[in-house]
């Protein structure tokens, strides 16, 4: 299988913090493949190196076939990046944005123009490439920043969390996107620290904490490896929570909190505990207003990996890295 990016024990240290701590990837060219992980896992960091931005502390790395580090300039010239935050400015229009890119790209004024003016088109801005991007909303300046690292046709496109901070509207808009680049032969690497981005446009996935990956493969095999079903639970009155989880570890083991702070979720291991945890839950006059058994979510497999919901990780990480 030929590889887009294959790293060996990729390191990388700010003071006393390992940002990158022994990181392999291999990425197969042609697919989408998700870098999951909360804030200060490491993903961006990754990112900065893999793109050549910073060099690596020890380790080795092949991007497209070249040496990372001895020809950062091959690198560069098959890439194209698109990074936490827009990087387009807000005082010029879409078009021109889009034009300045071109040119300092190399193409002609009537190559530019014509260039930028598929792209708008593409991403459904034409309506608004006149219009200053300060009158842009979040999902139209993602989507035009996504465009400009489009304008040359990229083997490798890189996008760091591309739908942070975006409306499920414009969120849903950016995947579409996605998978159209990659329809058309590109290899995306994609840092997500939204599990479900993650599930529904990830060929393979590889999660990331402190630095270290802890789990790849495909989202079917990711939660494959958890085993069981959840129980996901929701009380009525939040400040029975803890009397509850206390219970349902007596019945089931494994338990967490979800997003909300009246939600539970337990590993399933046999469906007949399911009945007992609830007739606990009900002796004990804890009140359940809904409860649903599924499939392991990618939620799922972070908690059986890390001990802990990807979201509450986010908080505790104290450097964004």
């Not at 979720?265 to 004990?284: G, P, R, S, W």
Request: proline fraction near 2%; charge should be neutral; aromatic fraction near 4%.
């Amino acid at each position: 299988m030929t590889l887009a990016i294959e790293t060996t024990n990729l390191t990388k240290c700010f003071g006393d913090t390992r940002a990158v701590d022994g990181i392999n990837l291999a990425v197969p060219r042609g697919t989408v493949y998700g870098l999951l992980g909360p804030n200060g896992a490491g993903k961006t960091t990754t990112i900065r190196i893999l793109t050549t931005l910073i060099k690596p502390d020890s380790g080795s790395a092949r991007v497209l076939g070249h040496d990372l580090v001895t020809e950062a300039s091959r690198v560069r010239a098959k890439v194209g990046v698109t990074g936490q935050f827009a990087s387009v400015d807000e005082d010029l229009t879409g078009l021109e944005n889009l034009i300045l890119v071109a040119r300092l790209l190399g193409f002609s004024w009537s190559g530019a123009r014509t260039r930028a003016k598929q792209l708008l088109a593409s991403f459904d801005l034409d309506e608004a490439s006149n219009r200053q991007v300060r009158t842009y909303s979040g999902g139209m300046r993602r989507r035009l920043d996504i465009a400009a690292s489009l304008i040359v046709t990229s083997e490798l496109l890189f996008l760091d969390e591309p739908t942070t901070g975006l409306d499920p509207r414009s969120r849903g808009q950016v995947w579409d996107i996605v998978r159209a680049i990659a329809a058309e032969g590109t290899t995306v690497l994609l840092t997500t620290q939204y599990l479900e981005e993650a599930d529904r446009l990830a060929n393979r996935l590889a999660v990331i904490d402190h630095g270290r990956v802890i789990a790849e493969g495909t989202s079917k095999e990711l939660k494959a490896s958890v085993g069981g079903r959840a129980l996901h639970l929701t009380l009525a009155d939040v400040s029975q929570r803890a009397a509850a989880e206390a219970l349902v570890k007596q019945t089931l083991g494994e338990v967490h909190g979800g997003i909300e702070a009246n939600k539970l979720i337990a590993k399933v291991l046999n469906d007949e505990a399911v009945l007992q945890t609830l007739a606990t839950l009900a002796a004990a006059q804890i009140v359940i207003t809904e409860f649903a058994l599924t499939q392991p979510s990618l939620d799922d497999v972070f908690f059986a990996i890390t001990g802990k919901p990807a979201e509450s990780s986010n908080a505790d990480q104290q450097v964004k890295a």
